[in-house]
């Protein structure tokens, strides 16, 4: 039998040669953020003229390869299963397509193949003396697509984590690799104003002492955790693991030591932050990355006791739907993991939901929260499972309340100059 390092030997290519295991029609898996693989995508670019009808699937793109071409389209484009920065115009414009799903549920589509896959690109750590490989930066859906796929590619690079969990793949599995040694992409914490502030500090006032959280990414749950300091015995059961969530570990607050379901761990599913976060995901002994299918399944999330979920949303109408991933029928990222922790934080006893968001839009010319959402808004999370709705005017709890209750909690956070207009459209809708 073949040693691992012989096999790994055997099986490290050139980008041009790993590439060329692509046929034309194939549906190329790439994961999450920081897990895609800048070599190989960068190589498919240059080389996407000479393919037919390939499609690279992921969620959030960070980088904006050659293919984000509506010239060359038709040769490789992207599909996305949530827009983001390098992904959204082309979405908006038309030209790339979107896949519309539960971030817990794009595993389960992959394995039913409901949603096709052909090949798999992965950043992959370094191998281990055992053969194995930690897909640490993006499990996600990419575990599930590595199970179906004819072709798996890793891009190895030393400064992936090596991280524990259900994030390992065997050389026997890989088709072929190709090694990398550049820094991993690096993604600050996003900018934390007066507003945000007082939206974090009404939702951390609700956060006690051995809550487990979810935070979602953005400015406004970034605020949160930075009032979460002096709490104790916080643990973590989130989709995404960023620097806000090391600092409080750091600080001491986040032990896992009073969680009732996986007692002790941090559990995620990717890493979006700065090389000293991909530093503290090596081998730490209380950190695991799984799939989004075990994270983010509503039912085993929500076995965790005072399960805390914070995620950002653009628009609130005075029934509590929320609009978070659209502008009107415009795409603008998608429905990720929030409905997903959302539902798992109702399920939890003890448990909140907090959908965050400002007052105001626009140099405070458009309120957020509305009679109506837009016309065309994707609803992202239902009048029925929201329940705690903060703005930088407070905090409105909608879940149990009657329609009315819920529009003049509603109003009572939106800003003061929209007040009396909201208030005369829910006269107008017998909501008042």
């Not at 040693?3 to 099986?11: D, G, H, P, R």
């Not at 050659?66 to 299963?81: I, K, L």
């Not at 072929?176 to 996003?190: D, I, T």
């Amino acid at each position: 039998m073949m040693s691992v390092q012989a096999s790994y030997q055997q099986k490290r290519v050139s980008a041009a040669d790993a590439v060329s295991h692509v046929r034309n029609n194939d549906v190329i898996v790439v994961p999450t953020g920081v897990g895609e693989t800048p070599t190989l995508l960068t190589e498919l670019s240059e080389r996407r003229r000479s393919f037919s009808g390939v499609q690279v699937a992921q969620i959030l793109p960070l980088r904006k390869y050659g293919y984000f071409d509506p010239t060359t389209a038709e040769h490789v484009r992207h599909v996305a299963y949530f827009f983001g920065g390098a992904s959204r115009p082309g979405g908006q414009a038309g030209w790339i397509d979107f896949i519309p799903a539960y971030f817990s549920e794009l595993p389960i589509l992959i394995a039913r193949g409901l949603t096709p896959v052909d090949v798999v690109f992965s950043m992959a750590s370094e191998m281990d003396e055992h053969g194995y490989f930690s897909l640490s930066l993006a499990t996600d859906y990419t575990m599930a697509a590595i199970a179906r796929a004819r072709v798996i590619v890793l891009e190895v690079n030393p400064n992936v984590p090596f991280a524990n969990g259900d994030c390992h793949i065997h050389i026997s599995q890989v088709t072929a690799l190709v090694e990398s040694s550049e820094p991993l992409l690096e993604v600050g914490l996003p900018k934390i104003g007066a507003v945000q502030e007082a939206i974090g500090k009404y939702v951390a006032e609700l956060i006690p002492d051995g809550a487990t959280l979810q935070i979602g990414y953005g400015g406004i749950p970034d605020a949160v955790v930075m009032q979460l300091t002096e709490k104790q015995d916080l643990g973590i059961h989130t989709e995404m693991v960023g620097d806000g969530i090391m600092t409080l570990v750091e600080a001491g607050a986040v032990t896992n030591r009073r969680k009732n379901y996986h007692r002790g761990k941090m559990l995620a599913t990717f890493a979006l932050g700065s090389k000293k976060l991909y530093q503290f995901m090596h081998r730490n002994p209380a950190l695991e990355m799984h799939p989004v299918s075990f994270t983010n399944d509503p039912f085993l999330a929500g076995m965790n006791d005072n399960l805390i979920s914070v995620n950002a949303t653009m628009q609130v109408d005075l029934i509590g739907q929320c609009g978070s991933e659209s502008l009107g029928f415009t795409p603008y990222s998608g429905t990720g993991g929030q409905s997903d922790f959302v539902r798992a934080a109702n399920r939890s006893n003890g448990g909140k939901p907090f959908m965050v968001l400002p007052s105001t839009a626009k140099n405070n010319t458009i309120s957020r929260i509305v009679p109506t959402l837009s016309t065309g808004t994707h609803v992202t999370t239902s009048k029925n499972d929201v329940n705690y709705v903060v703005t930088e005017f407070g905090v409105a709890q909608l879940r149990g309340n009657s329609a009315k209750q819920r529009a003049a909690a509603l109003i009572a956070i939106a800003h003061p100059d929209f007040r009396p207009e909201l208030r005369e459209a829910a006269r107008r809708m017998n909501l008042l």
